[in-house]
Nanobody, 128 residues
Framework: QVQLKESGGGLAHPGGSLRLACTVS????????MAWFRQAPPGKDREFVG?????????MYADSVKGRFTISADNGKKELYLEMNNLEPGDTAVYYC????????????????????WGQGTQVTVSS
């Protein structure tokens, strides 16, 4: 059974930093494309944040977070990370990690429908 569990969310001040982690079980992980999405308070669509390819570990980011957020993966620990710097109030949301679960490629997938497995989410609040 594939399980994804996010951690590291919490409260940060504007300009601060947080590091999210997503621990994966039930999958090889090193052959999986993965991504981070976020959803602001109820009523808004889930928004793409960033993603990493299965082969080559290429990354892609939403324009709103480019230069501030960094995705990385530790194949040995089966963990995906989202390093968030210079946080803004607009970054407040529930953050979800997602795993594609298909044959590995060099492509970076940015749409939610490309991902078969999701974590339960972790809340990030940016406020002074």
């Amino acid at each position: 059974q594939v399980q994804l569990k996010e951690s590291g969310g919490g409260l940060a001040h504007p300009g601060g930093s947080l590091r999210l982690a997503c621990t994966v079980s039930g999958r090889t992980f090193k052959d999986d494309a993965m991504a981070w999405f976020r959803q602001a308070p109820p009523g808004k669509d889930r928004e793409f944040v960033g993603a990493i390819s299965a082969i080559g570990r290429s990354t892609m980011y939403a324009d709103s977070v480019k230069g501030r957020f960094t995705i990385s993966a530790d194949n040995g620990k089966k963990e995906l990370y989202l390093e968030m710097n210079n946080l803004e109030p607009g970054d407040t949301a529930v953050y979800y990690c997602a795993l594609r679960g298909r044959a590995p490629t060099t492509r970076v997938y940015i749409n939610g429908y490309d991902y078969a497995y999701w974590g339960q989410g972790t809340q990030v609040t940016v406020s002074s």
